[in-house]
Antibody, heavy 120, light 108 residues
Framework: EVQLLESGGGLVQPGGSLRLSCAAS????????MSWVRQVPGKGLEWVSS????????YYADSVKGRFTVSRDNSMNTLYLQVNILRAEDTAIYYC?????????????WGRGTLVTVSS | EIVLTQSPGTLSLSPGERATLSCRAS???????LAWYQQKPGQAPRLLIY???NRATGIPDRLSGSGSGTDFTLTITRLEPEDFAVYFC?????????FGQGTKVEIK
């Protein structure tokens, strides 16, 4: 089955860290760029970060630059997002998403998301 | 960054009716790089349309996308029960990719 499965979310205090994971299956993971997109429950969607097929190119939203790090392990078919120095405004559901076509950042496969809650 | 404004915020319609959703960009979207997604409560978004008018795999032909430049439309010709959901547009022609705030299609 073609799917993405996120994990690693949870409740963390402001200033804390988490490592989010996204396990891919059913498709050639190493052939696709990947992204993280977040959503405050009941609100809109916000692009967070993207990574190239090989992992040598990474991109970040200004709101997370310097605090979040995206990476991937193609041997394990897994995408990661290291989130540091968390703020209350980082509270959201974090989705990993598969980029549809090289150079065209629309998303043709999404995971079910993992909830990150930043609160003291 | 390009700001996408969707209208209306909520659309109240009956099954079988036609739905017309608008997505307006603050500047021209390069090469019509606009996508539409459907999201149901507790679920991840699902790709419907890419490249402004190309249906994704498995999307029925009662859903169609159109538009270019700054004005884009998603049309659902005859609403089925499974079409009642929230719809987001997204532009990927300029960095960063951005999303509209969503239109909720609810049962009247």
């Amino acid at each position: 089955e073609v799917q993405l499965l996120e994990s690693g979310g949870g409740l963390v205090q402001p200033g804390g860290s988490l490592r989010l994971s996204c396990a891919a299956s059913g498709f050639a993971f190493s052939s696709n760029g990947m992204s993280w997109v977040r959503q405050v429950p009941g609100k809109g969607l916000e692009w967070v970060s993207s990574i190239s097929r090989s992992g040598d190119e990474t991109y970040y939203a200004d709101s997370v630059k310097g605090r979040f790090t995206v990476s991937r392990d193609n041997s394990m078919n897994t995408l990661y997002l290291q989130v540091n120095i968390l703020r209350a405004e980082d509270t959201a559901i974090y989705y990993c998403a598969k980029i549809g076509v090289i150079g065209n950042w629309y998303y043709d496969l999404w995971g079910r998301g993992t909830l990150v809650t930043v609160s003291s | 960054e390009i700001v996408l404004t969707q209208s209306p915020g909520t659309l109240s319609l009956s099954p079988g009716e036609r739905a017309t959703l608008s997505c307006r960009a603050s500047q021209s979207v390069s090469s019509s790089r606009l996508a539409w997604y459907q999201q149901k409560p507790g679920q991840a978004p699902r790709l419907l349309i890419y490249g402004a008018s190309n249906r994704a795999t498995g999307i029925p032909d009662r859903l169609s996308g159109s538009g270019s430049g700054t004005d884009f439309t998603l049309t659902i010709t005859r609403l089925e029960p499974e079409d009642f959901a929230v719809y987001f547009c997204q532009q990927y022609g300029s960095s960063p990719p951005t999303f509209g705030q969503g239109t909720k299609v609810e049962i009247k």
